[in-house]
């Protein structure tokens, strides 16, 4: 089993994303994430800004960021980001304890600025997933 595959699987579960969507789910990561990525965070997320979009899952590497798309109506897949860390710019998040959200705003490249909000189990997920955030931002911060 890879790298991939192996801190998939148990950042999913304890983010509480059920195995059937995982499943769903596994194909466009497979093609966007290399097998020897560990994986730091999977979430589902929502879009605040487009209520109807339908709902998002965030999967985020130490080198990549990848979020897949769900349609409401039709419950239809398609990628919706798939950058390269390097590539994004002012990255920040706003962790909520009080309402159990995490929203993650950053840049990509083509310069749209993309915004997400995770919704969390508890002020502890919460607390978790900042940490998780931290370690994957603040050196890149921290070397620029």
Not at 29 to 40: A, G, L, S
Not at 56 to 75: D, I
Request: hydrophobic share 45%.
């Amino acid at each position: 089993m890879d790298v991939f595959s192996r801190t998939f699987l148990p950042a999913a579960a304890e983010a509480g994303v059920a195995i059937p969507t995982v499943s769903r789910h596994m194909p466009i990561f497979r093609r966007c994430i290399e097998p020897d990525e560990k994986t730091v965070l999977v979430s589902r997320c929502l879009r605040p800004d487009a209520p109807m979009a339908g709902e998002f899952m965030l999967v985020l590497t130490y080198r990549r960021l990848v979020v897949t798309q769900e349609t409401k109506v039709l419950h239809r897949l398609k990628l919706h980001l798939n950058t390269n860390l390097r590539h994004l710019s002012n990255v920040s998040w706003q962790p909520e304890p009080q309402r159990s959200t995490v929203d993650v705003t950053a840049t990509a490249v083509d310069g749209v600025r993309e915004r997400f909000r995770m919704r969390l189990s508890s002020p502890k997920a919460v607390i978790h997933f900042d940490k998780l955030l931290q370690n994957v931002f603040r050196p890149r911060a921290i070397a620029a």
